[in-house]
Each structure stands twice: as C-alpha cells, then as structure tokens.
C-alpha cells in the first residue's frame, strides 16, 4: 500500500505563489512517475504536472506551462509543485498521485491517490 499526503495548499491573491508537496508513505515512489492534478467545483478532474522518477523527465498542462514546476526529491520520497503566478482559474482541489501506466496525463494510469489539498486564488 502507498499513503500519498498533500500539503501546502491556501488561500492566495492573484499573481501570488504556492508551493504544494506530496509525501508518500508505506510504499514509496521508487520507479514510479507521480502526477498532479486538480478539480475545480463542477468540474472534472483533469491533468496538471507529472514528473517520472528515474530521470524526471516532466509534463504540463498547457493552462500551466511556465507558470509551474514539478520536482522531486528522491530522499524525502517527496514531490512539489511550485506554482508562481496564479490566477483565479487555477481555483481547485489538488491532488497528487502515483502513475501505473505510461499515459501519464490519464486519470485512469493511476492508481493511488491523496486526499487532496485546496487551493484558492483570490482575484
């Protein structure tokens, strides 16, 4: 079993900056790409950032390239999302989890998941 904790999430005003991390327990990220995505009220969750493990190689959204970056830190068996610039649209609950398969911006290549952390942006 894997236990994946988010944390960082807030309140913010527009243009701020947050730094998400996402702490993985029991059965650690070794080999695994992680992801982040976000759900918005009335909305389906969708992709965000993903990053794989044995050489990071990283994945965005369009709606955040350049505005988000996805690490890792192998010791901590811990992933961030720094997010710089946001914007009242980036208003959501952000979850992360650890990939399965290799379509790394499907919902259904992963298979465990956080309890999610919220995320608001104020206009």
């Known amino acids: 079993q894997v236990q994946l904790v988010e944390s960082g999430g807030g309140l913010v005003q527009a243009g701020g900056s947050l730094r998400l991390s996402c702490a993985a327990s029991?059965?650690?990220?070794?080999?695994?790409?992680v992801g982040w995505f976000r759900q918005a009220p009335g909305k389906e969750r969708e992709f965000v950032a993903a990053?794989?493990?044995?050489?990071?190689?990283?994945y965005y959204a369009d709606s955040v390239k350049g505005r988000f970056t996805i690490s890792r830190d192998n010791a901590k068996n811990t992933v961030y999302l720094q997010m710089n610039s946001l914007k009242p649209e980036d208003t959501a609950v952000y979850y992360c989890?650890?990939?399965?398969?290799?379509?790394?911006?499907?919902?259904?290549?992963?298979?465990?998941w956080g309890q999610g952390t919220q995320v608001t942006v104020s206009s």
């Open positions: 989890a650890r990939a399965l398969r290799s379509n790394l911006y499907a919902l259904q290549s992963y298979n465990y």
């Open positions: 029991g059965r650690t990220f070794n080999s695994y790409a």
């Open positions: 990053i794989t493990w044995s050489i990071g190689s990283t």
